[in-house]
């Protein structure tokens, strides 16, 4: 198993991760050997296998529909790097 | 001061032998004085904590405390902690205050424990030695040169060299078992879903367990029994009353039945870890337990199966950290990309950027069967060995680690050797079983401490905790601290 | 060349509950920016969901209302792409074991034929919230208020065939969730809004065209609109040597014209699995029970009964049961009046076209239940001519009388609207105008009969409309002959 730099670019930019171009060949070295590793799983037969989602063998729970929540609007945005007029502001989203 | 339980300590302060406010100061006093080389604390809480010493007081004097009441406490800085830094260990919350408090903090706060500060662990509890912290790596207190583990290395450092009494972890593949056995402490993983999740930033969703170190397995259990039990914020917490862990520490152990898979004694296996292993064994015998080989045939799938589940969860976990509404935005993005990809690109450390690409590339599409699906069907396999050996055997024993704490930097360049000391640890995660680590000696090698592993059917968290003490009780191995540390107090 | 579409749609129906589907904050419409996203909602550190009950309820009607199997072990996912509206950086919905699975709906086509669609499955999955493009010195404005909101997404098969059908579907469906009271059916407000999935083949061929998505369209005019003008715009290409590319695209109503979004299409790899924080939704036999003890009844039966039951015809029974509301109305009065049929052409007549023109639902209607039956007893019972009765309507919807089934009498008995009935006053009144227009009385005698009409016109106007027209008729015949 092994990724290429051009995979290795790709997955970066599907996890939106910059990488530095001089780095790309050693995460490219790193996830080949991780993806080696993980392909000794091949060695087990698991066709009949129920895949585990879950370390439970349990249900979900639910909850009333309650509103339950008053506005903290001033204590939650106040970690955020830019915000205006109660709104988050990110650079322009082009549709 | 430092050598005395947690219900020595309770005793202490309802008979007034001193204030919540001086024990506080007291060992606000030791993370002065000695952390400053070991770097177990990302942020002391000062403030805090004699806040709460205060409140804690006055609990006292009216007469309302309870048995934690007083006792100051760490946690691993992945819980939240409303109005207070919770960073991750990562550049990416270098300045995130949380605006609420997990469950186990809230739980713990409400039993009147004044938080000392948040401690050092591997950046998003990835990592098995302490040194993927954005705030340096943390050192073993036995020897500087050595890794405490990880991830929960910080909460390990800081119990193991008594700058906090008891101290929060988490454990997805071992990161409490671990740092525990690397530092000579006690530490417990509790099953999946008994202790709430809420407020703990995941890492691996499906994996993750908070958990506590002490110096004790009786410590343990006090605080244990306190952070667990059912939390409707958590729809994967258990409804399932938490049993008195305390009161069943004395319970004897003759006639338990002690399965040791043959596969955590194989090769890899460090023979001076093995010898500490089995002489506590000959201990256990000597209690009166009984001795079964048993196997558990898929252990060596364990790592490639928990190195798909866990970077994949957490590739998608970590997506929130975007630099939209809190954390690390980059300079000057250019469009909205830019944004993205910088500030996740500079915010995230190495080994965080490794494990969300291999979950990303894992999860991505043609590959999902190959490897996601694949990975919970091994999932099984392993779950279900353990049901097969717990038909036959009360609890499992064998080593956490193949062997003791190893240099700094000398597996940062090599991701797969630091995996693979995760092997018998991270078995059980996948299955969710409690599991603890319990000092046993000592290397002959290099004079580190060893831990053993005692894993447990679930939710039997006071039967592991009862089989901890009763070895506790006839072994001082837990009492041996770093002299450098301790030494004259 | 001949050509044939193909279309299926995909909508989004938000669901009517109080509070999201993960989380306890609020899910009215319209507030201030962020002041109804609560951690959770704002995918902060460390939180977790927990699902509410109702969106689960409320999926399952719908399930049972198209007839389809509900998922007993149906399963969240996470829907990974990265977006500023959309917290987490995943959408928590479902993939391979949603809550409803293969389902029906029934459309009626222009000719009358009826056209079954299938309706893939439908699952339920957490809303975005929204980006304002509003300049904020270039940048964008993130309101989160709506993340987290329950969304029921209804998949249909590829069965339609033309834009008429499309809406047809869409409009059968959006009055399906209203009737079942699991959505507000407020297309301007986005809780009701639709992706069509369009291609074209040429006619006979089996396999099909290469799709385009046409995005959030929120209203049936410019579904219509958007696919006719992509319809034409697929066949141009074909038409002209070229390839239709799979791909999202706008429609931009003001243009008229749908647009290619690929800033969208770059990563859409969203690599979906299991939600590790949410465990499966078991179904029970007793949640079933329970939703189907509460299920309204829909609106085909519906349709069915009010044939049965009030002897109307289909385009009367097809109209009262357009909404539940108007049925509902409809079937309070004629219950309580017990004249169906008047009430029938009542609704759909006088009360429809003064909604029309005041643009009011029914349920805002100034002539309540009540009032229309107060009204409709004093025409049964002759009291008021159906013509004086548009008057004493008329007066009732400006607000007079009061709101109850007494408002009718109070307005016939301030206006003096009673009806003549009293035949010795109908009869001097004719006898005038026999005795005032003799050269007309000649002219019906000598076998002229459609003078007949000029005299009830008369006798009609003298009484000021309130003669009893039957009573007129009769005793004009009688005097004429
Ligand atoms: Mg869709
Ligand atoms: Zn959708």
Known sequence: MSLSPDEVKSIAFLARLSI??????????????????????????????????????????????????????????????LTEAGLFLVPKVLD | MITKSLTELSTSLKAG??????????????????????????????????????????????????????????????????????????????????????????????????????????????????ENSYYGAVKNPWDLERVPGGSSGGSAVAVAARLAPVATGTDTGGSIRQPASLTGITGIKPTYGRVSRFGMIAYASSLDQGGIFGTSASDCAMVLETMSGFDPKDSTSVERDVPNMSASLNDSIKGLKIGLPKEFFGEGLDSSVAEVVNDAIEEYKKLGAEIVEISLPNTHL??????????????????????????????????????????????????????????????????????????????????????????????????????TAFKLGEKTDDPISMYLADIYTLSLNLAGLTGMSVPAGFSKNNKMPVGLQIIGNYFEEAKLLNVAHQYQQVTDWHKQAPSAYTGGE | MEWETVIGLEIHAQLSTNSKLFSGSSTEYGQEPNTQANIVDLAMPGVLPVLNTEAVRMAAMFGLAIGA???????????????????????????????????????????????????????????????????????????????????????????????KEAVAYMKKIHELVQYLGINDGN???????????????????????????????????????????????????????????????????????????????????????????????????????????????????????????????????????????????????????????????WVTGELSSHLNNDSLEITDSPVNAEMLTGLIKRIADKTISGKIAKEVFQALWAGEGSKDESAADKVIESKGLKQITDSGAIEALIDEIMANNEGQVEQYRSGKEKVFGFFVGQVMKASQGKANPAQVNELLKKKLS
């Open chain 1, 20 to 81: 530095q171009e001089e780095n790309i060949e050693q995460y490219s070295q790193d996830l080949s050997n991780i993806f080696g590793l993980v392909e000794q799983m091949n060695a087990a037969n698991v066709d009949q296998i129920e895949p585990m989602a879950h370390p439970q063998d349990a249900m979900q729970r639910l909850r009333d529909d309650v509103v339950t929540e008053e506005n903290q609007r001033e204590k939650l945005m106040s970690n955020a790097p």
């Open chain 3, 69 to 163: 199997p509900i998922g007993r072990g149906n399963v969240f996912a996470r829907k990974n792409y990265f977006y500023p509206d959309l917290p987490q950086g995943y959408q928590i919905s479902q993939f391979d074991k949603p809550i409803v699975e293969l389902g029906h709906m029934d459309i009626t086509l222009e000719n009358g034929e009826t056209k079954r669609i299938g309706v893939t499955r439908a699952h339920l999955e957490q809303d975005a919230g929204k980006s304002l493009h509003e300049d904020f010195a270039g940048m964008t404005g993130i309101d989160l208020n709506r993340s987290g909101t329950p969304l029921l997404e209804i998949v249909s098969e590829p069965d339609m065939s033309s834009a």
């Open chain 2, 17 to 130: 032998d001193f204030s919540s406010v001086e024990l506080t100061q007291f060992y606000l006093d030791r993370i002065a004085k000695y952390d400053g080389e070991l770097n177990s604390f990302i942020t002391v809480t000062e403030e805090q904590a004699l806040a709460g010493a205060k409140a804690a007081d006055e609990q006292i004097a009216a007469g309302t405390a309870g048995a934690l009441t007083g006792i100051p406490m760490a946690h691993k800085d992945l819980f939240c902690t409303d109005g207070v830094r919770t960073s991750c260990a990562s550049k990416m919350l270098g300045n995130f205050i949380a605006p609420y408090n997990a469950t186990v903090v809230e739980k713990l706060n409400a039993a009147g424990m004044p938080m000392l500060g948040k401690t050092n662990m591997d950046e998003f509890a990835m990592g098995s030695s302490n």
């Open chain 2, 302 to 403: 364990a790592i490639p199966s928990y190195y798909v589940i866990a970077p994949a969860e957490a590739s998608s976990n970590l997506s929130r950290f975007d630099g939209v509404r809190y954390g690390y935005r980059c300079e000057a993005p250019v469009d909205l990309t830019d944004m993205y990809m910088r500030s996740r690109g500079e915010g995230f450390g190495t080994e965080v950027k490794r494990r969300i690409m291999t979950g990303t590339y894992a999860l991505s599409a043609g590959y999902y069967d190959a490897y996601y699906l694949k990975a919970q069907k091994i999932r099984r396999l392993i779950s279900d060995d353990f049901k097969k050996a717990f038909e036959k055997v009360d609890v499992i024993m064998g080593p956490v680690a193949p062997e």
């Open chain 3, 187 to 345: 297309l301007a407000e986005g809780s009701f809004r639709c992706d069509a999935n369009v291609s074209v083949r040429p006619k006979g061929q089996k396999e099909l065209g290469t799709r385009a998505e046409l995005k959030n369209i929120n209203s049936f005019k410019f579904v219509e609109r958007a696919i006719n003008i992509e319809i034409e715009r697929q066949i141009d290409i074909i038409e002209d040597g070229g390839a239709v590319v799979q791909e999202t695209r706008l429609y931009d109503p003001d243009k008229n014209e749908t647009r290619s979004m690929r800033s969208k299409e770059e990563a859409n790899d969203y690599r979906y699995f299991p939600c590790p924080d949410l465990l499966p939704i078991e179904i029970t036999d007793e949640f079933l029970t329970a939703v189907k003890a509460i299920l309204p009844e829909l609106p085909a039966a519906k349709f069915e009964r009010f044939m049965n039951e009030y002897d109307l015809s289909d385009y009367d029974a097809g109209v009262l049961t357009a909404s539940r509301e108007t049925a509902d109305y409809f079937e309070s009065v004629a219950k309580a009046c017990g004249e169906p049929k008047l009430t029938a052409n």
